[in-house]
């Protein structure tokens, strides 16, 4: 892995604030057609872009600063409407699962998926209720006491004993 350095992680702030001010001139200046349209695709970037910034700054990856990674995150996920700790707790819960049916954040269908299970996911997907099952596991860490450190870290602990040192990141 590569060392973190900040002036990729500030040119990615740059880049979230201009998105967010075209978005705002959309908004003001166009039509109500274009004004959907264009403001759609800037919010979808705004909130990729937000979300990508929390991950990286969970794996404290973006600046070489902990602190700064702490406090971008903390803004980064309240933007988005959740708390940095609960992602971090339910993203811990993603790479102890990884690729397994307890998975959360898994991405691409598990060998012997059926064709009705991967259509009405795509159904989910569609109507926004995936999205929503996203982030509301987010939200519902702190309430529903799961993950809790002492957890968490019997968690790494295996990881690194069964796996290995490169399973934790």
Known sequence: LEKPQNKPALLSLVD???TFLVLLFVVAQTPP???FTI???LAVRLFNMLAQVTHGCTHNSMFTSTTWNKRLGFLSSSLLGYKAQDFHLVH???HY???T???GDAMWSPPGYSTSAFLKDILLDLTGFQAFKRLTQYVNVS???EGKKSNLLERGINLFIHRGPTCIV
């Open 97 to 99: 699962y990884l690729n």
């Open 143 to 145: 309430k529903t006491g």
């Open 16 to 18: 979230i604030v201009i």
């Open 39 to 41: 403001g759609f695709i």
């Open 33 to 35: 057609w274009m004004r």
């Open 92 to 94: 811990s819960d993603h």
């Open 101 to 103: 049916p307890k998975d």
